[in-house]
T-cell receptor, first 114, second 114 residues
């Protein structure tokens, strides 16, 4: 069974640009969550989707958005990039939404903003 | 999610057991104790979880104190591949609730010496 796939693995953008990251969950998983990891802040939750609906959102500005498609694949978008958005963006999938479930992570997309 | 406290770092010798402690004095009766680890340049990986009783799987064992205010992740024979950051996380068990995301602390960085 294939794991969580994130594309691209690496990305370089400049300030002010926008970026879209993609996540394909494990087959059969309907919940997708996104996290940002930086050396200073560690792993922080961005948002979670289940059945194409955002179920939970972390404390990030509106420049960060996401969506989920009917096949459970998800994308996250960051508009008007800032230097501080440089980070590893991780996607995780799980069978169900809500507490108590096990999340399976992808290898992440490393975004560098110049 | 309730807060957990872990040592910043620990060292172990290869092929020796490792005991990684976690304090969670404000745990509620319905919180599961989850452990994830993150190897260098990878996304977090699920290790084990439990509620009240000790748990074993192919990766590790989880020992939970009787009052559930602390727990210990046990790696029975550390290998070089076990060098990672280990996160102890409390997860609510109520499906359909708002706590779908994982709240990561700083974790314990485990170093394994050959």
């Amino acid at each position: 069974k294939a794991g969580v796939t994130q594309t691209p693995r690496y990305l370089i953008k400049t300030r002010g640009q926008q970026v879209t990251l993609s996540c394909s969950p494990i087959s059969g998983h309907r919940s997708v969550s996104w996290y940002q990891q930086t050396p200073g802040q560690g792993l922080q939750f961005l948002f979670e989707y289940f059945s194409e609906t955002q179920r939970n959102k972390g404390n990030f500005p509106g420049r960060f958005s996401g969506r989920q498609f009917s096949n459970s694949r998800s994308e996250m978008n960051v508009s008007t990039l800032e230097l501080g958005d440089s980070a590893l963006y991780l996607c995780a999938s799980s069978l169900v939404w809500g507490g108590g479930n096990i999340q399976y992570f992808g290898a992440g997309t490393r975004l560098s903003v110049l | 999610d309730a807060k957990t406290t872990q040592p910043n770092s620990m060292e172990s010798n290869e092929e020796e057991p490792v005991h990684l402690p976690c304090n969670h004095s404000t745990i509620s009766g319905t919180d599961y104790i989850h452990w994830y680890r993150q190897l260098p340049s990878q996304g977090p990986e699920y290790v084990i979880h439990g509620l009240t009783s000790n748990v074993n799987n192919r990766m590790a064992s989880l020992a939970i104190a009787e009052d559930r205010k602390s727990s210990t992740l046990i790696l029975h024979r550390a290998t070089l591949r076990d060098a990672a950051v280990y996160y102890c996380i409390l997860r609510a068990t109520i499906y359909g609730g708002s706590q779908g995301n994982l709240i990561f602390g700083k974790g314990t960085k485990l170093s394994v010496k050959p």
